[in-house]
């Protein structure tokens, strides 16, 4: 399939198959299949000859955007559920009890994990035990952020209970060595769930409740950056975030 977009720009600017490979540094039989036969160059080649041209480089080759994406994506992405309601509760167990250095929780509430698995101060203290620090930080009932979200969602100030009810079943790790619980009063596009070098990050979609939204599943790699910008996030909030006084 021929490139149209490349023989009408090269055309409009009065390039021929041999002006634009002196340009872009390769022979003239590799211009004519970039443009006959539709051939993609290497990116480095593809951004000289674009910038020869003058036009977005995604815009003469689109597949390189595709490619570069779904590399990226690849890295990093485990799996991804359509809906927090479908991901077990078996995947946080599993994932808190890999831990060996840093478990981390940022939500407004999440009192479906205690819910669904009681146990789960106890893990908390026994990864603790081995050797691991756990920050939770979880919305403060009387924000206006934690309200708003509640408006939102459209569960008018249940998501304010939700908040105490989260608050009530931490409370037990108050004091407890290398456990840290804070409240915040952010604006929470994701909640996240962290241990060590994997996450799981649950969106917030306007209008819905946030167990009705997706959830992927991540593993930081060294050429990726989804990890690493949502741990930032974390680390951000954190810093503003209220320590929960004992008593």
């Known amino acids: 399939m021929s490139n149209e977009r490349l023989r009408a720009v090269m055309a409009s600017g009065g390039w021929t198959h041999g002006s634009l490979a002196e340009a872009a540094g390769v022979d003239p039989k590799s211009v004519e299949r970039w443009v006959n036969l539709g051939r993609t160059p290497r990116r480095a080649t593809a951004l000289k000859a674009a910038e020869t041209l003058g036009e977005d480089v995604h815009a003469l080759w689109p597949s390189l955007r595709q490619a570069r994406a779904a590399r990226a994506v690849s890295l990093e992405l485990v799996a991804l559920y359509d809906q927090r309601a479908d991901v077990p509760v078996s995947v946080y167990v599993d994932l808190f009890s890999q831990a060996r250095e840093h478990i981390d929780v940022l939500v407004y509430a999440a009192v479906f994990l205690h819910e669904a698995y009681p146990r789960l101060n106890d893990l908390l203290q026994e990864r603790v035990a081995e050797g691991c620090t756990v920050r939770i930080a979880i919305g403060d009932a009387e924000s206006e952020n934690a309200r708003q979200r509640g408006v939102e969602e459209r569960f008018g100030d249940g998501i304010e209970s939700r908040c105490r009810i989260a608050l009530m079943h931490y409370r037990p790790l108050l004091g407890a060595p290398g456990i840290e619980l804070r409240t915040h009063g952010t604006t929470l596009y994701n909640s996240l769930y962290r241990a060590d070098d994997q996450m799981l990050v649950n969106a917030h979609v306007w209008g819905l409740n946030a167990y009705g939204a997706p959830v992927w599943h991540l593993r930081q790699h060294s050429a990726g950056r ?22």
């Open 226 to 247: 989804m990890f690493d910008s949502y741990a930032e996030s974390f680390n951000a909030v954190w810093d503003t975030a209220t320590p929960v006084a004992e008593g």
